[in-house]
Nanobody, 127 residues
Framework: QVQLVESGGGLVQAGGSLRLSCVAT????????MGWFRQTPGRAREFVAA????????AYADSVKGRFAISRDNAKNTVYLQMNSLSPEDTAVYYC????????????????????WGQGTQVTVSS
Protein backbone atom coordinates (compact mmCIF):
# COMPACT_ATOMS: atom_id res chain seq x y z
CA GLN A 1 0.00 0.00 0.00
CA VAL A 2 1.27 3.45 -0.94
CA GLN A 3 1.14 6.15 1.72
CA LEU A 4 1.27 9.73 0.46
CA VAL A 5 1.97 13.02 2.21
CA GLU A 6 1.43 16.41 0.57
CA SER A 7 3.14 19.67 1.47
CA GLY A 8 3.71 23.13 0.06
CA GLY A 9 0.26 24.63 0.44
CA GLY A 10 -0.34 28.03 1.96
CA LEU A 11 -1.66 31.53 1.41
CA VAL A 12 -0.63 33.40 -1.72
CA GLN A 13 -1.82 36.50 -3.53
CA ALA A 14 -3.52 36.31 -6.88
CA GLY A 15 -0.95 36.04 -9.65
CA GLY A 16 1.51 34.27 -7.40
CA SER A 17 2.96 30.78 -7.51
CA LEU A 18 3.20 27.73 -5.29
CA ARG A 19 4.80 24.33 -5.70
CA LEU A 20 3.14 21.38 -4.06
CA SER A 21 5.04 18.22 -3.24
CA CYS A 22 3.78 14.72 -2.60
CA VAL A 23 6.13 12.15 -1.15
CA ALA A 24 5.48 8.46 -0.62
CA THR A 25 6.39 7.67 2.97
CA UNK A 26 5.52 4.03 2.65
CA UNK A 27 6.34 1.92 -0.41
CA UNK A 28 7.14 3.58 -3.72
CA UNK A 29 5.40 5.53 -6.45
CA UNK A 30 7.48 3.74 -9.09
CA UNK A 31 5.15 2.05 -11.55
CA UNK A 32 2.13 4.12 -10.56
CA UNK A 33 0.51 6.85 -12.58
CA MET A 34 0.02 9.80 -10.25
CA GLY A 35 -2.57 12.55 -10.07
CA TRP A 36 -3.49 15.76 -8.32
CA PHE A 37 -7.07 16.62 -7.41
CA ARG A 38 -8.67 19.48 -5.50
CA GLN A 39 -11.81 20.01 -3.48
CA THR A 40 -13.73 22.93 -2.03
CA PRO A 41 -16.46 22.68 0.63
CA GLY A 42 -19.73 21.36 -0.74
CA ARG A 43 -18.27 20.34 -4.07
CA ALA A 44 -17.01 17.07 -5.50
CA ARG A 45 -13.32 16.39 -5.72
CA GLU A 46 -12.12 17.44 -9.16
CA PHE A 47 -9.24 16.40 -11.37
CA VAL A 48 -6.33 18.81 -11.77
CA ALA A 49 -3.43 16.95 -13.40
CA ALA A 50 -1.96 13.51 -13.92
CA UNK A 51 1.32 11.98 -15.05
CA UNK A 52 2.28 8.51 -16.20
CA UNK A 53 4.74 6.40 -14.25
CA UNK A 54 7.60 7.14 -16.66
CA UNK A 55 6.69 10.85 -17.08
CA UNK A 56 6.00 10.17 -20.74
CA UNK A 57 2.52 11.61 -20.72
CA UNK A 58 0.60 14.24 -18.76
CA ALA A 59 -2.97 15.47 -18.64
CA TYR A 60 -4.53 18.65 -17.26
CA ALA A 61 -7.95 20.03 -16.49
CA ASP A 62 -8.87 22.82 -18.88
CA SER A 63 -9.07 25.26 -15.98
CA VAL A 64 -5.36 24.86 -15.17
CA LYS A 65 -3.87 24.15 -18.57
CA GLY A 66 -0.98 26.49 -19.30
CA ARG A 67 -0.68 27.56 -15.65
CA PHE A 68 0.04 24.32 -13.76
CA ALA A 69 2.69 21.70 -14.43
CA ILE A 70 2.92 18.22 -12.97
CA SER A 71 6.24 16.41 -12.71
CA ARG A 72 7.80 13.57 -10.76
CA ASP A 73 11.14 12.37 -9.49
CA ASN A 74 10.92 8.61 -9.02
CA ALA A 75 14.33 8.50 -7.34
CA LYS A 76 12.96 10.81 -4.64
CA ASN A 77 9.58 9.08 -4.57
CA THR A 78 8.00 12.50 -5.10
CA VAL A 79 5.43 14.12 -7.36
CA TYR A 80 5.19 17.88 -7.81
CA LEU A 81 2.57 20.36 -8.91
CA GLN A 82 3.92 23.75 -9.96
CA MET A 83 1.12 26.29 -9.87
CA ASN A 84 1.57 29.67 -11.55
CA SER A 85 -0.72 32.64 -12.16
CA LEU A 86 -2.93 31.57 -9.29
CA SER A 87 -6.41 33.02 -8.93
CA PRO A 88 -8.93 32.93 -6.05
CA GLU A 89 -10.79 30.21 -8.01
CA ASP A 90 -7.81 27.91 -7.36
CA THR A 91 -8.45 28.02 -3.62
CA ALA A 92 -9.04 24.45 -2.45
CA VAL A 93 -7.59 21.51 -0.60
CA TYR A 94 -5.23 19.75 -2.99
CA TYR A 95 -4.82 15.99 -2.87
CA CYS A 96 -2.17 13.75 -4.33
CA UNK A 97 -3.19 10.26 -5.47
CA UNK A 98 -1.73 7.08 -6.92
CA UNK A 99 -3.51 4.97 -9.51
CA UNK A 100 -5.19 1.95 -7.99
CA UNK A 101 -3.50 -0.23 -10.65
CA UNK A 102 0.27 -0.72 -10.80
CA UNK A 103 1.72 -0.32 -14.30
CA UNK A 104 -1.56 0.92 -15.67
CA UNK A 105 -1.46 1.86 -19.36
CA UNK A 106 -4.33 4.28 -18.94
CA UNK A 107 -3.90 7.80 -17.54
CA UNK A 108 -6.95 8.31 -15.37
CA UNK A 109 -8.69 11.63 -14.73
CA UNK A 110 -11.46 10.30 -12.49
CA UNK A 111 -11.45 9.91 -8.73
CA UNK A 112 -12.39 6.23 -8.94
CA UNK A 113 -9.21 5.47 -10.87
CA UNK A 114 -7.05 6.27 -7.87
CA UNK A 115 -6.72 4.00 -4.89
CA UNK A 116 -4.23 5.77 -2.65
CA TRP A 117 -4.67 9.31 -1.36
CA GLY A 118 -2.80 11.80 0.76
CA GLN A 119 -4.39 13.86 3.51
CA GLY A 120 -4.46 17.05 1.44
CA THR A 121 -2.84 20.47 1.68
CA GLN A 122 -4.74 23.75 1.75
CA VAL A 123 -4.10 26.35 -0.93
CA THR A 124 -5.67 29.78 -0.42
CA VAL A 125 -5.37 32.50 -3.03
CA SER A 126 -6.32 36.00 -1.95
CA SER A 127 -7.58 38.63 -4.36
Amino acid sequence: QVQLVESGGGLVQAGGSLRLSCVATRNTINGYNMGWFRQTPGRAREFVAAITSNSGNTAYADSVKGRFAISRDNAKNTVYLQMNSLSPEDTAVYYCAADRTWLSSRLRMDVLGYGYWGQGTQVTVSS
